[in-house]
């Protein structure tokens, strides 16, 4: 079976443009998780998505935001683009929507540059 | 909040040599522990894992064990290979159903 999937797999944008990441799940894995890795450090938390609804949002502003869709794909987007937010954007699926039984399988993620 | 502390790197072994990476976190409630992996260029991959008090993870000669007590999850393995060379990163299971993860430890393992 495939793993996780992300598209792109390199991304290049200018400060205050828009970006959208994709992700397709594990096959028969009903939550889809956004984690941003800046270099150097661990993976933070975005959001949680299981069964299409948001379960779980970390400490992101507004300009992050992100759906899941009817197949259980996902996309997270990003809008007016700052140096900062460029990092390694990881997307992980699972089966339940608890990380507590229910091991995160992730992807090998998009990076993101922002110049 | 919950988090997660973990030794800095990076750490460099010879082969064969004992390796073990601490990580104690804090956490209000019972949660699962992980050990992750992640080789360069790639993604994360789970290491292993221990749900309770006393559980001991294992996988590829690797072993954790879960210390309610002493709030910690250290890493060990017996005899390190070249192919372990990656980043580690020691988890928890969050109240929003996320990981909640240390900063990683990088490990050189030279021949």
């Known amino acids: 079976d495939a793993g996780v999937t992300q598209s792109p797999t390199h991304l290049i944008k200018t400060r205050g443009q828009h970006v959208t990441l994709r992700c397709s799940p594990i096959?028969?894995?009903?939550?889809v998780s956004w984690y941003q890795q800046v270099l150097g450090q661990g993976p933070q938390f975005i959001f949680q998505?299981?069964?299409?609804?948001?379960?779980g949002r970390g400490n992101f502003p507004d300009r992050f935001s992100a759906r899941q869709f009817p197949n259980y794909s996902s996309e997270l987007n990003v809008n007016a683009l700052l140096l900062g937010d460029s990092a390694l954007y990881l997307c992980?699926?699972?089966?339940?929507?608890?990380?507590?039984?229910?091991?995160?399988?992730f992807g090998n993620g998009t990076r993101l540059t922002v110049t | 909040g919950d988090s997660v502390t973990q030794m800095e790197g990076p750490v460099t072994l010879s082969e064969e040599a004992f390796l073990t990476i601490n990580c104690t976190y804090t956490?209000?409630?019972?949660?699962?522990l992980f050990w992750y992996v992640q080789y360069p260029g790639e993604g994360l991959q789970l290491l292993l894992k221990?749900?309770?008090?006393?559980d001991k993870g294992s996988n590829k000669g690797f072993e954790a064990t879960y210390r309610k007590e002493t709030t910690s999850f250290h890493l060990e393995k017996g005899s390190v290979q070249v192919s372990d060379s990656a980043v580690y990163f020691c988890?928890?299971?969050?109240?929003?159903?996320?990981?909640?993860f240390g900063k990683g430890t990088k490990l050189s393992v030279k021949p």
């Open positions: 998505y299981y069964e299409k609804e948001e379960r």
């Open positions: 956490a209000t409630g019972y949660p699962s």
């Open positions: 221990a749900t309770k008090a006393d």
């Open positions: 096959s028969g894995h009903k939550s």
């Open positions: 988890a928890l299971s969050g109240s929003q159903g996320n990981l909640i």
């Open positions: 992980a699926s699972s089966l339940g929507g608890s990380s507590y039984n229910s091991p995160l399988h």
